[in-house]
């Protein structure tokens, strides 16, 4: 595709559900990001892979989130035991990987706990 | 740590009138600070970075590590710059492009 592609757009849950996102990264690109925002917030940074690993999951706020990218390409975020308070839209990146390229986003998950 | 303040939420401006969209932050290390826009129903992109030392859409920010700032200007602002602005600073090491994101500052240029 020509860009980093997300879904779904819109996912409506339950609190204590489990939901998972997925991050289409663009083709080539081994870096990819996941960030959440809030809103009134800026993006805010959760994990970073480059290739299959994690190689910084310092922003993942507690257990209940994970992400993985077995193959090194398509990520998925995964929310256990959803709260109100996930509530937010989240964004993919991706990147070629080197020091100075650009990571270009996806258009978003918007995900609403009720 | 890393912090990344933009003092203004909303601005708004006259069209030919110009714009500065303000960014402070907080370091201990090398800075790289990038400007992000959003348009109305699209993605997040990419407007400029400090180390390009380039003008995008007749946008500029000069890096000031004296007064830790990285202000976005344009001389004679139009309709279509109306968008939300995010300032952001690349903490990350090597090739880790994590970034730490301002509030935002919505622009509105009126007619």
């Known amino acids: 595709g020509a860009g980093v592609s997300q879904t779904p757009s819109n996912k409506v849950t339950e609190k204590g559900k489990y939901v998972e996102l997925r991050c289409d990264p663009i083709s080539g690109h081994t870096a990819l990001y996941w960030y959440r925002q809030s809103l009134g917030q800026g993006p805010e940074f959760l994990i970073y892979?480059?290739?299959?690993?994690?190689?910084?999951d310092s922003g993942l706020p507690n257990d209940r989130f994970f992400a993985v990218r077995p193959e090194g390409s398509v990520s998925t975020l995964k929310i256990q035991r959803t709260e109100r308070g996930d509530s937010a839209v989240y964004l993919c990146a991706s990147s070629l990987g080197g020091q100075n390229t650009e990571a270009f986003f996806g258009q978003g998950t918007r995900l609403t706990v009720v | 740590a890393q912090r990344v303040t933009q003092p203004e939420k909303l601005l708004s401006v006259f069209k030919g009138a110009p714009v500065e969209l303000k960014c402070n932050y907080s370091?201990?290390?090398?800075?790289?600070l990038f400007w992000y826009v959003q348009y109305s129903r699209q993605r997040l992109q990419l407007l400029l970075r400090h180390i390009s030392r380039e003008s995008i859409k007749g946008f500029t920010a000069d890096l000031n590590k004296g007064e830790t700032s990285f202000h976005l200007k344009k001389p004679f602002a139009q309709e279509e710059d109306s968008a939300m602005y995010y300032c952001a600073l690349r903490s990350g090491g090597g090739s880790n492009y994590k970034l730490t994101f301002g509030k935002g500052t919505l622009l509105t240029v009126n007619p």
């Open positions: 370091y201990s290390g090398s800075p790289e």
């Open positions: 892979f480059q290739g299959t690993g994690a190689a910084d």
